[in-house]
């Protein structure tokens, strides 16, 4: 059981690895690449959390997620390794190793929508991967509705792929209709 543990243990912070590694080779390319958003107005249009506008996908704008980011993976990795090591590491003991994982997700502010696909957080998702996108009006049954006044009767863009969504907040009606003409585009072309 503990040798299943520790496979599927180094399986999932290898997974988070890659897909860390590959929003950071995504995010060096992507000055020539993005499609949205390029300027300070589309910047502060996108938020990726209530009270936060995302910042641009650049290793500068994005360092202290980058550093918190990599330090939690290092964290989990020296426990994993420090409880091998010790041989007293407790099958209980490793859904706390796990905990770290649930909130990594916002620690960078990114949205970008770029040639070849979409990042957001520490997600990036291939065009040929999105399933289905739509926007959701942040009304009053909506869980966003309260947080801010900006976000209040907005939009919410929900991108689902195969097995996990990502999600924006978008505060004006023109972002709202360049990134609806933009997912049209790339979406519409890998259903045919």
Not at 46 to 71: C, D, H, N, W
Request: charged residues 25%.
């Amino acid at each position: 059981m503990r040798l299943f543990l520790s496979l599927l243990f180094l399986i999932v912070i290898g997974y988070y690895g890659y897909r860390f590694i590959q929003v950071l080779l995504k995010m060096r390319k992507t000055k020539k690449d993005v499609i949205l958003p390029t300027t300070q107005e589309e910047i502060a249009a996108i938020r990726t959390y209530q009270q936060r506008t995302v910042k641009f996908p650049t290793y500068s704008e994005q360092k202290a997620g980058i550093i918190m980011y990599s330090l939690t993976l290092l964290f989990m990795f020296v426990m994993f390794f420090i409880g091998t090591c010790l041989k007293e590491f407790e099958l209980s003991f490793y859904p706390l190793i796990f905990l770290p994982l649930l909130h990594t997700y916002n620690f960078l502010d990114l949205f970008a929508v770029l040639d070849d696909g979409i990042l957001c957080g520490t997600r990036f998702i291939a065009w040929g991967k999105i399933k289905s996108f739509e926007f959701v009006r942040i009304d009053m049954n909506h869980k966003y509705y309260g947080f801010s006044k900006e976000v209040n009767d907005k939009y919410e863009l929900r991108v689902k792929a195969k097995f996990h969504y990502i999600s924006c907040i978008v505060t004006t009606d023109e972002i709202k209709e360049k990134l609806n003409s933009v997912l049209n585009e790339h979406v519409a072309v890998n259903e045919e």
